[in-house]
């Protein structure tokens, strides 16, 4: 059997690492997109919005075999693993390169209806026909690096991370200011810089998925196919893309009402967004990490462990955040002043920061008690808190106070804090209550009493 190492040390640092260039990548590009104009780092900052958006058709796929893998491995059933991450493969690609044709062939249409303001729409065709058009990688990328990671390996996608970030701020800057004898495109070249970059990952993290199970892949497992072990996946993924689905949706509805509000607010709502990247990677790491963690417990039987997993995650992950977010609260300014000297942009994010420091602390407790309960399959209920919270309170409530009361940028905030502490505490209470476990694991849990001291 292969060494697989499920410590929350061991999984966390290098999904930090990863996540970390991720947030690099995004920083440069945010940076070196505002070297062009606040009005093109508007459209990439929509932009992404909608690709997003459109992830969750394969994220259904892609986040359900994850977490079924890292069972599967703990019950020691690796042929099952196995052929579950085959499947998922083949699915997300045949959705990738259908969302491609669609983003290749109607980007006006698209960022029109999205409430693009009209005097950024010519910018947006070209990028989002350019990054939309690789949707497909995206697809791949997201479902080789789950696999991966739900092996244990979460050293592969950080690997892949770094070479795929160099080799894109390279690019970058010779397509921005036409260094190293390439064409000065500006926000063309850095939309053919992502494309080019995320397709050398793709090829990189495929080789790794090749030799990631005990039995290599190889060209004649595209015939593996699985009805059960596909129903299966569905059984967990369908909930889990909905919930994906509610996250970015509402997401992506906000920002047309941060359109409406005007081009300089999208611009400071997409600068804050970098910002707030800083605060959260290494609470995000540490919550994935221990999702994979607690899919694997719960896969081998190990209920105590994986129940305390959680409490363990989410602690850690508080005092890490809120430093962070003490940190950008402090430094913000002179941080938002690398990107931008558009005073009225600046004066619209320093508003934000102090909510920035109650926004991140409800995060963590909502990624990593939510993820807990997807890890161990409890999938349609997170589905349902997160249908009533995020449309509910970050989308209706928000438009009442932002748009309607005419509130602005700060009422949406307030909104989108709301709604992930609502999250968070009705699914701690859920997790607390255990019923998640089986009766006879559950005999296996702490007591109320001893649960409670968990907690703390």
């Known amino acids: 059997m292969k060494n697989r190492n499920y410590s929350l040390w061991a999984l966390s640092w290098p999904i930090f690492i990863e996540l970390f260039l991720q ?40 986040s359900g075999a994850g977490i079924l893998i890292a069972q599967k491995l703990g019950a020691r059933k690796e042929e099952e693993a196995r052929t579950i991450s085959i499947i998922a493969l083949k699915a997300t690609v045949l959705i990738g390169a259908a969302l491609s044709a669609v983003l290749i062939l109607f980007p006006a249409p698209i960022a029109r209806v999205l409430q693009m303001p009209e005097e950024l729409v010519p910018m947006a ?6 990054v939309g058009g690789g949707m497909i990688l995206i697809a791949v990328m997201s479902t080789l690096s789950t696999a991966i990671r739900n092996t244990g390996n979460t050293r592969g996608p950080m690997y892949t991370a770094v070479g795929m970030n160099v ?45 990631a199970f005990e ?7 595209i015939k593996v196919w699985s009805r059960g072990l596909f129903s299966e996946v569905m059984k967990i993924g369908w909930p889990l893309g909905v919930y994906s689905a509610n996250w970015v949706f509402s997401q992506l509805v906000i920002f047309t009402f941060i359109g409406s509000l005007g ?84 004066a619209i994010c320093a508003s934000l920061l102090g909510l920035n420091l109650l926004l991140q602390p409800g995060k963590m407790l909502n ?10 399959g409890d999938t349609r209920f997170t589905m349902v808190i997160s249908t009533v919270s995020m449309w509910g309170v970050s989308v209706a409530v928000a438009y009442y106070f932002s748009i309607h009361l005419g509130w ?47 907690e703390m």
């Open 367 to 376: 990624m990593t008690i939510a993820d807990s309960l997807n890890a161990v």
């Open 263 to 346: 081009a300089k607010e999208l611009s400071a709502r997409t600068y804050m967004n970098t910002l707030e990247s800083f605060c959260f990677l290494i609470g995000f790491s540490i919550a994935l990490a221990t999702q994979i963690r607690v899919a694997h417990l719960f896969g081998g039987g190990r209920m105590r462990e994986a129940y305390k997993g959680a409490y363990t995650g989410l602690w850690i992950g508080q005092l890490v955040v809120i430093g962070n977010a003490l940190l950008v609260f402090l430094f913000g300014r002179q941080m938002l002043g690398l990107f931008t000297s558009d005073s009225e942009i600046l």
């Open 125 to 130: 065709v070209r990028y989002i026909s350019i």
């Open 215 to 221: 039995r290599r892949i190889w060209w004649g497992d």
């Open 408 to 454: 602005g940028l700060v009422a949406i905030y307030a909104c989108m804090i709301a709604d992930e502490y609502l999250r968070g505490f009705v699914c701690w209470l859920r997790w607390r209550s255990r019923k998640w476990a089986t009766r006879g694991a559950a005999q296996e849990l702490p007591t109320v009493a001893s649960g409670t001291a968990a």
């Open 23 to 62: 947030f690099l990548l995004g920083a440069a590009d945010t940076l070196m997109v505002s070297k062009v104009s606040d009005d093109a780092v508007a459209v990439v900052g929509f932009s992404n919005q909608l690709f997003n958006a459109m992830t969750v058709l394969f994220t259904v796929i892609a």
């Open 167 to 211: 080799i894109h701020i390279i690019l970058n800057y010779g397509f921005i200011f036409g260094a190293f004898g390439l064409p000065q495109w500006g926000l063309t070249g850095v939309a053919v810089s992502t494309l080019v970059s995320r397709l050398l990952a793709s090829a990189l993290l495929f080789y790794m998925f090749l030799f």
